[in-house]
T-cell receptor
Framework: DAGVIQSPRHEVTEMGQEVTLRCKPI?????LFWYRQTMMRGLELLIY????????DSGMPEDRFSAKMPNASFSTLKIQPSEPRDSAVYFC?????????????FGSGTRLTVV | DQQVKQNSPSLSVQEGRISILNCDYT??????FLWYKKYPAEGPTFLIS?????DKNEDGRFTVFLNKSAKHLSLHIVPSQPGDSAVYFC???????????FGKGTKLSVKP
């Protein structure tokens, strides 16, 4: 298995532009998570899906952020409009269940820079 | 309100010696705890976990200890190797918290 695939690896965009981050989870995993990593806040959960349904989006910072999972093999995280404070590394992860001793499998992340 | 805390941002250890990374938590309902390792430009990778019904779990050079009364867990790496240099995240889940809550991480540097 190729693992969790995220694209792009790096994204540089201007303030006000729309940004879309993409994720392909591991086949057969039914839970998908979007995390954001910053120096100040560490790894924080933005939203997670079970069986393609959003379960908890309380970590989404504000209405500028939205996430979708149209099918079991694809998810997007969209920021519109983007702001410099959104600069961070965004990770997607997947697992067989919402949480377990086996943990989640993370992708390599998307480093977003908003200038 | 941080439920999982790693109070040491960094740790430096000599090769061959023991590395001890610490983690504290506040939610007594957590059922299990995990450690992840993260290299630069990569995603976190699962290292080792422990259930709340145990107080120790060992996997090769890595051992996790859980002290429920103190709400504290630690990761021991012995002997430490330069390849262990990475950021280590502690994570926990359980009770009403259905997903993993992460600490901010501790950067371990193992000097040759």
């Amino acid at each position: 298995d190729a693992g969790v695939i995220q694209s792009p690896r790096h994204e540089v965009t201007e303030m006000g532009q729309e940004v879309t981050l993409r994720c392909k989870p591991i086949s057969g995993h039914n839970s998908l998570f979007w995390y954001r990593q910053t120096m100040m806040r560490g790894l924080e959960l933005l939203i997670y899906f079970n069986n393609n349904v959003p379960i908890d989006d309380s970590g989404m910072p504000e209405d500028r952020f939205s996430a979708k999972m149209p099918n079991a093999s694809f998810s997007t995280l969209k920021i519109q409009p983007s702001e410099p404070r959104d600069s961070a590394v965004y990770f997607c992860a997947s697992s067989l269940a919402s949480a377990s001793l086996r943990g989640y499998t993370f992708g390599s992340g998307t480093r977003l820079t908003v200038v | 309100d941080q439920q999982v805390k790693q109070n040491s941002p960094s740790l430096s250890v000599q090769e061959g010696r023991i590395s001890i990374l610490n983690c504290d938590y506040t939610n007594s309902m957590f059922d299990y705890f995990l450690w992840y390792k993260k290299y630069p430009a990569e995603g976190p990778t699962f290292l080792i976990s422990i259930s709340s019904i145990k107080d120790k779990n060992e996997d090769g050079r890595f051992t996790v200890f859980l002290n429920k009364s103190a709400k504290h867990l630690s990761l021991h790496i012995v002997p430490s190797q330069p390849g262990d240099s990475a950021v280590y995240f502690c994570a926990a889940a359980g009770g009403s918290q259905g997903n993993l809550i992460f600490g901010k991480g501790t950067k371990l540097s193992v000097k040759p």
